[in-house]
Structure formats: structure tokens, C-alpha cells
């Protein structure tokens, strides 16, 4: 679509992002042993991750420095034919990764002057989960294509991809179909996903549990010698794991170690690595989300004294 859209057809992304698995979604990432070379036309390049910035540069005296590279990028490795510009508003995988203000609108801007398509990956963010519908709208930014996922269909699998006006011929132009796009029934589990969404106001909800969460983490970070950094937007966290918080050497270790802990007193969360991520259900009671982190916390605990800290 977006080639078509632009006429040109190579791709800008970020370090870490990831945008699933498909050939296309592969060549927009990090590439493992088993997925071979990057596909032509495929470039990444710096992230915002301000806790560990590539240029080694402090937000916000930086000026965002990394995004002026994204012009170098443009200018020394692509031919100039760059359709799009692919990103997440904040990194899942990654680890929640959360921007600073403005690099989105920085990107933006950057689009806008070099005719290049924004393209927000919003399948793990849509549906209020950062507390927005969009996570985008926490820079008042619109991109010109956007993907759903994952909440859109609350457990059943439907997905979108949305286009800004302008470009909604191109849809018919290269008859963007699928053999089960458009499915009634996936329409009607989005739609009534998105009516709950409203009724129950779930947006003011996960900025609600995320905001006690997020401040019991910032209390838990003074506490423990290993945690570096806490972050998150509304329902999508992360407790960054370190060895020293002087170096901020990532901690796998004891990232496994706390995953696995906290998974045998019965917590169900996602694996990790030197990286504890978590996007709890945002209608989740506070008191057992508050009960979830006080397990988290346990498990941090353990790992100290097990590792000498
Ligand atoms: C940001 C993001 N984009 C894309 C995907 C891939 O979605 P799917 O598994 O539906 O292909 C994921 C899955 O985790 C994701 O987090």
C-alpha cells in the first residue's frame, strides 16, 4: 500500500521494534540465524531509548540527536526512495520502551518533508492499553497508516490496518484483499470490543491501574540494588534489570530468575529477559494487580540474596 501510495518503495525502522513475523515484519527487524539476510531496501537504524542511548547522549540536552541520524540514514544509505517510516509508539518486545517527548513528532516531521509514509505498528498498543485508544495520541500525532491487533478483537483474532484518508484509494487500487479479510463476525468482535472499550471507559481505567502500579515500581526502584529503571504508559510496564546501576550492565540472569520465581507463586506473565515486561488486563481489581507486583517483588527479593546482592 504504501508503496504504491509513494511510487517508492524502501523502508526506515528502529532498533528493537518488532512487527511480527511475516518476510515483510521480519526485514523491518532484528534478524535471527534463522531468518537469513535482510531483504533489499530494508534499514534500521537508532532508537529513542533514552536509559540506553546509542549516541550516548542525555534527553533532553541531546535535542534528539537520533533523529537527526535518521536524515543521515536517508541521505548516505538508502537510494532516497524511502516509502516508509516503520514504528512502534512504544516498544513491546522490546521491553516498553517509552519515547520521549517528541521524538514521535520529530518523525513526523520527517515524513512530511521527505514525502515519506508514517506507519504505526499499534497491534500490541491499540484499544486503550496505554491508556489512549492509540498510543499515538499521547503525541497528538497522526500517522498515515496504523495496525491493530491484539485487544482489537479481545481474544479473538481479527486485526486492521487503517489508512489516512487521502490514501484509501490505493486500498482498491492493488486490491489489497484476503480470503478472510473484511469476516463478519471478526467486524462484529472488533466493533463490540470497541463499544466496551468506551462504555466502560477502559481507557481512563488502565491509565488508573497503570499509575498505581507504575508508582509502587518507582518505590520498588529505590529499594532494590538491581532494578535500573521502571517505566510504562498506562497498562504496558517494564522493570529494567541490572547488574550495577552505576554501568547499567543488562541482567539476563537475574531477569530469568525472577520470571521463573514469580511464575511458580503463580503468576502468569510473559518471560523475559534482563527485561520484566507487563501489560496486565486493564480491568484487572487494583488490589490484585497490586497483589501480582507484590509477587514480582518477592521474587526480586529471592534473586538478590540468591545472586549476593
Ligand atoms: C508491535 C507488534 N507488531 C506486530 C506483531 C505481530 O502480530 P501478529 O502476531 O498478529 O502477526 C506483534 C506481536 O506480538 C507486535 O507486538
Known amino acids: 500500500m504504501v508503496r504504491a501510495a509513494t511510487g517508492k518503495f524502501e523502508f526506515i525502522s528502529f532498533h528493537r521494534d518488532f512487527h511480527g513475523k511475516t518476510m515483510g515484519a521480519v526485514g523491518l527487524a532484528r534478524l535471527d540465524v534463522s531468518q537469513g539476510l535482510r531483504a533489499p531496501g530494508f534499514f534500521l537504524v537508532p532508537r529513542a531509548y533514552c536509559y540506553r542511548c ?9 535535542d534528539l540527536l537520533c533523529t537527526d541520524y535518521i536524515r543521515t540514514a536517508i541521505k548516505e544509505e538508502t537510494s532516497g526512495r524511502v516509502a516508509g517510516i516503520v514504528l512502534e509508539p512504544i516498544q513491546g518486545w522490546a521491553g516498553s520502551v517509552v519515547p520521549p517527548d517528541g521524538w514521535i513528532q520529530r518523525i513526523r516531521a520527517i515524513c512530511d518533508e521527505f514525502g515519506i509514509l508514517m506507519m ?7 484499544m486503550a492499553r496505554t491508556g489512549r485508544m492509540f498510543a499515538m495520541q499521547h503525541w497528538n500525532t497522526v500517522p498515515d497508516v496504523m495496525t491493530l491487533g491484539k485487544g482489537f478483537g479481545n481474544g479473538f483474532p481479527v486485526t486492521a490496518m487503517l489508512v489516512a484518508d487521502q490514501y484509501k484509494e490505493i486500498i482498491e487500487k492493488i486490491s489489497a484483499s484476503t480470503s478472510y479479510g473484511g469476516n463478519p463476525m ?4 472488533a466493533l463490540a470490543s470497541i463499544e466496551v472499550i468506551e462504555e466502560e471507559d477502559l481507557c481512563a481505567r488502565a491509565s488508573h491501574l497503570g499509575g498505581i502500579l507504575l508508582e509502587e515500581m518507582e518505590c520498588m526502584a529505590a529499594r532494590h540494588p538491581i532494578i535500573g529503571e521502571v517505566r510504562g504508559v498506562g497498562c504496558l510496564l517494564g522493570i529494567e534489570l541490572v547488574k550495577d546501576k552505576g554501568t547499567r550492565e543488562p541482567f539476563e540472569k537475574a531477569g530469568q530468575l525472577v520470571y521463573q520465581k514469580a511464575f511458580r507463586k503463580g503468576l502468569a ?3 523475559a529477559g534482563h527485561i520484566l515486561r507487563m501489560s496486565p488486563p486493564m480491568i484487572m481489581e487494583d488490589d490484585m494487580a497490586m497483589k501480582g507486583l507484590g509477587i514480582i517483588e518477592e521474587a526480586i527479593y529471592e534473586t538478590e540474596r540468591e545472586l549476593g546482592y
Open 54 to 62: 546509542e549516541f550516548r547522549q542525555t534527553y533532553p540536552d541531546c
Open 120 to 126: 504505526a505498528d499499534e497491534v500490541l498498543t491499540c
Open 186 to 189: 471478526a467486524c462484529a468482535a
Open 269 to 271: 506473565w510473559i518471560p
